[in-house]
């Protein structure tokens, strides 16, 4: 039997068909694992660079080893080959690839255009079909604080359309002059949509000139002696300033770009994003890429720009503090990404320059305090090993919970720590499908354990999934259940723990459970007892949150919901027809026909699933000759 070939044999038997057109490499492990996703001018060439180790640095030298095989996809231009390569990192995330650690959607802020009256407001996820956008914001706080800005300025409804549709009288709103109370016709269709016209106006980057005129008007209605209108004039041009002074970025002279500053330091690096739309500061977000730490900075730089606006529109202007690796081929990247021109700048002086001075302290506080933290987390996670007899302190640490309502609901869950704090994007909601009695945690454990670990086994000792440490809410019961599930699949290894309140539900006095020792308490004052509570409690509110989504799903869910061809728009329908599902059970056939969106075969389907009787008689008529 032929022994499949690793390393620079590999990669030599791989040369044999790649081509010199520009393309994406992608190395890959024994077990088919993406190590590395590389773009070239002429793959040929530079795959062949990687058969020369002794050129090679340290990091580069294991990937080879570890290689298996290879596989190519070819491109047209270089541009498109480095597109291609940003979204393979993303992805596929490659151990040796330089990443981009951003889980998150950013929020927008969305105008209605579906509705006489729109509406303001905060949207993440799919696009509405009609809705005008702007942003992105860098968080949910930067758009809610522009959303009441705009109330104050031009009084826009931020109601839903259903409470909209149900008001007899004004709200509170109103009354504090931030809606103009529409849903009461306090304001005619037309006056409102100049409102929605003058937001549009201002948000797109017409704000000064939009001032300047409603100045002018403000002189007009006081010189005709309409205080009244004048004073509402004056209230709306007091709601620009406060917009333009609500970020601490509001530069004169850019009107659309993202300044992006990183700082190096120990290693590490940070880059902070501050997002400038219209002329106006929509917030900024910090971000840490993962990479090895003689990692250049203008290779960080590029590899961030590429991950970050893989799955975004980039703005006309990226100014950046230090010029990127191959920025010339960068730029016309983002230009093919946007499908219009994209500059890629470092200023040297004015107003651009001082934000981005701006941009790059906030990086450098940003990274500084992070190092802090990180170098109290090491000394804790020393300790928590010291604790539990683990042979180095724990690089990912498992919390568990579980959590139900008189058995109802039932769902388990799992949080990740780690030297840098929690690891959010490794949370994980388990929702309990087996055959578990209501209340038994240990079986609900044993179905989260099952699940979690279905696929791991010894040979993936020490990868990025692999727990040092798993922590358990509960006692000895809930231990052993872990620990048999763990025998069961060979992982009896992995170390597991167990925390308690004890009989008098104390907190600060828990109780810890580990195999081959008697329960032991820590000192109420210990750190590392103050550590374990946190995660412990992380995980309680995680599942929490998770039982308490899960079940307000399934109270809202109704009889309708099963139908084929029922969505939310006809489920709506039907109920604002009929009242009830009961109602919709009740009702005939020629009934149904005469809801909004539902047509004869619909109506067919929806009475036949309550009445499958009639479905049977239906089906005897076209049987018989």
């Known amino acids: 039997m032929t022994e499949t070939p690793h390393g620079v044999a590999a990669i030599r038997k791989a040369l044999k068909t790649i081509p010199e057109s520009p393309g994406v490499y992608r190395m890959l492990g024994a077990k088919g694992e993406v190590l590395y996703v590389g773009k070239a001018l002429s793959l ?252 250049s900075a203008a290779d960080v730089l590029s590899a961030f720009l590429l991950q970050f606006y893989e799955d975004k529109q980039p703005p006309s202007q990226v100014m950046t503090n230090l010029e990127p690796s191959e920025q010339p081929l960068l730029a016309e990247a983002l230009t093919l990404q946007r499908g219009q021109k994209v500059q890629l700048l470092q200023p040297q002086r004015g107003e651009k320059k001082a934000v981005l001075d701006h941009a790059v302290l906030n990086a450098r506080e940003a990274l500084e305090r992070r190092l802090a933290e990180t170098a109290g987390q090491a000394v804790l996670l020393e300790k928590v090993a010291e604790l539990f007899d683990l042979p180095a302190p724990p690089g990912r640490i498992e919390v568990y919970d579980n959590s139900h309502l008189m058995g109802q609901a039932p769902y388990g869950a799992m949080i990740v720590g780690g030297p840098e704090g929690f690891v959010k994007r490794a949370y994980r909601k388990f929702a309990i499908r087996g055959p578990v009695a209501p209340g038994d945690d240990f079986g609900m454990m044993k179905e989260v354990m099952s699940r979690r670990f279905a696929r791991l086994g010894m040979e993936d000792e020490g990868g990025e999934g692999w727990p040092d440490l798993l922590l358990i809410d509960g006692g000895k019961g809930q231990v052993r259940a872990v620990k048999e599930i763990l025998a069961e699949r060979g992982l009896s290894s992995i170390p597991v723990v167990g925390i308690a309140k004890g009989v008098d539900r104390n907190a600060g006095r828990e109780w810890f459970f580990v195999d081959g020792k008697e329960p032991f308490q820590l000192p109420v004052n210990d750190a590392v007892l103050y550590y374990l509570q946190r995660l412990r409690d992380e995980v309680h509110r995680f599942v929490i949150t998770t039982h308490r989504a899960g079940r307000s799903k399934a109270l809202t869910r109704s009889g309708l919901d099963d139908i084929p061809g029922v969505g939310p728009t006809r489920k709506k329908a039907l109920l604002t027809r009929f009242g009830s599902v009961r109602q919709v059970r009740q009702a005939a056939l020629e009934e149904l026909e005469g809801v909004p969106g539902i047509n004869r075969e619909m109506a067919q389907v929806i009475y036949g699933y309550f009445h499958p009787e009639w479905v049977r008689e239906q089906s005897d008529v076209l049987e018989k000759p």
């Not at 860098?138 to 259903?162: E, K, N, P, Y």
């Not at 009354?175 to 109370?181: E, L, T, V, Y």
């Open 44 to 295: 040929k060439k530079r795959v062949t660079s990687y058969t020369h180790v002794v050129r090679l640095p340290e990091r580069l030298r294991l990937m080879v080893s570890l290689t298996a095989s290879m596989e190519i996809v070819v491109t047209r231009t270089e541009a498109e080959a480095l597109l291609l390569e940003a979204n393979y990192i993303k992805r596929m995330k490659p151990r040796f690839n330089i990443l981009l650690r951003d889980d998150k959607s950013y929020p927008w802020l969305l105008l209605s255009g579906d509705h006489a009256y729109p509406r303001l407001m905060r949207q993440r996820g799919k696009p509405v079909r009609g809705a005008t956008y702007w942003g992105p914001f860098a968080s949910s706080r930067a758009v809610d604080q522009t959303i009441q800005v705009i109330q104050r300025a031009f009084m826009l409804r931020t109601c839903t359309d259903s409470v909209f549709e149900s008001r007899t009288r004004p709200c509170l709103l109103h009354q504090i002059k931030r809606c103009s109370a529409p849903c009461v016709e306090r304001i005619s269709p037309q006056e409102y949509q100049g409102l929605v016209d003058q937001t549009k106006e201002f948000l797109s980057g017409g704000g000064r000139e939009l001032q300047q005129r409603l100045t002018r008007e403000m002189e007009e209605a006081a010189e005709e002696m309409a205080f009244e209108r004048a004073a509402l004039i004056r209230d709306r041009i007091r709601g620009f300033a406060n917009l333009r002074a609500s970020g601490a970025i509001n530069p004169v002279s850019i009107r659309e770009a993202d300044v992006v500053a990183l700082w190096q330091q120990a290693g590490q690096s940070c880059i902070q994003v501050f997002f400038i739309r219209g002329g106006r500061n929509n917030g900024n977000r910090a971000f840490y890429p993962r990479h090895e730490a003689d990692a």
